[in-house]
């Protein structure tokens, strides 16, 4: 059975840092399409960063520079380090496994397991 | 302002049928990226309902489905139950933006 267990959200003053940890089971990490997606308070979802199983990497315009996805193989674990956290920031920031397929000339992809999700508050 | 526009809110009484409609652009929709569809149950995390516009993953109820028409797409749920009631998010790929993107999402109240 898949699960994804995120951690490391919390409390973080603008400007400051913070890493989530999202411990997978039931699946290898390094083999799969792995992403972030948050959702701020009340709003709806915003796709944060992808990492290939080949270890390329994709981020979303508003992290980009401050935000770096990454895996530790031996612990099957993805990571997201927040660096220069900025209140807009705030959100609940859930991982999941992406999946993919080819139709109509392109790569689809779409994301079928989620964690559930770790609150990272941007404030002073 | 989301890349793809959906209706903020639909509803309807248990029994009911209700569509919810997912509109993109030549961007993304239009240039041939799939939609794939989200179910949040209040409190919870997001679950994947359809993929590739109609495609139900295994313990999803037939009553869900969903289908294409140019630049948009749109989620259909029969006989409405009281369970159903979440927001309902479609996710595509914008090749301007480089990224994958969602709906605004639209709220289902069952009456």
């Known amino acids: 059975e898949v699960q994804l267990v995120e951690s490391g959200g919390g409390l973080v003053q603008p400007g400051g840092s913070l890493r989530l940890s999202c411990a997978a089971s039931?699946?290898?990490?390094?083999?799969?399409?792995m992403s972030w997606v948050r959702q701020a308070p009340g709003k709806g979802l915003e796709w944060v960063s992808t990492i290939f199983s080949v270890g390329d990497t994709f981020y979303s315009d508003s992290v980009k520079g401050r935000f770096t996805i990454s895996r530790d193989n031996s612990k099957n674990t993805l990571y997201l380090q927040m660096n220069s956290l900025r209140a807009e920031d705030t959100a609940v920031y859930y991982c999941?496994?992406?999946?993919?397929?080819?139709?109509?000339?392109?790569?689809?992809?779409?994301?079928?397991?989620w964690g559930q999700g770790t609150l990272v508050t941007v404030s002073s | 302002q989301s890349v793809l526009t959906q209706p903020p809110s639909v509803s309807g009484a248990p029994g009911q049928r209700v569509t919810i409609s997912c509109t993109g652009s030549?961007?993304?929709?239009?240039?041939?990226?799939?939609v794939h569809w989200y179910q949040q149950l209040p409190g919870t995390a997001p679950k994947l309902l359809i993929y590739g516009y109609i495609n139900r993953p295994s313990g999803v109820p037939d009553r869900f489905s969903g289908s294409e028409s140019g630049t948009s797409a749109s989620l259909a749920i029969t006989g409405l139950q009281t369970e159903d009631e979440a927001d309902y998010y479609c996710q595509s790929y914008d090749s301007s933006l480089s990224g994958w993107v969602f709906g605004g999402g639209t709220k289902l109240t069952v009456l």
């Open positions: 039931g699946f290898t990490v390094s083999s799969n399409y």
């Open positions: 999941a496994t992406s999946t993919y397929y080819f139709s109509s000339g392109s790569y689809q992809y779409f994301f079928d397991y």
């Open positions: 030549s961007s993304n929709i239009g240039a041939g990226y799939d």
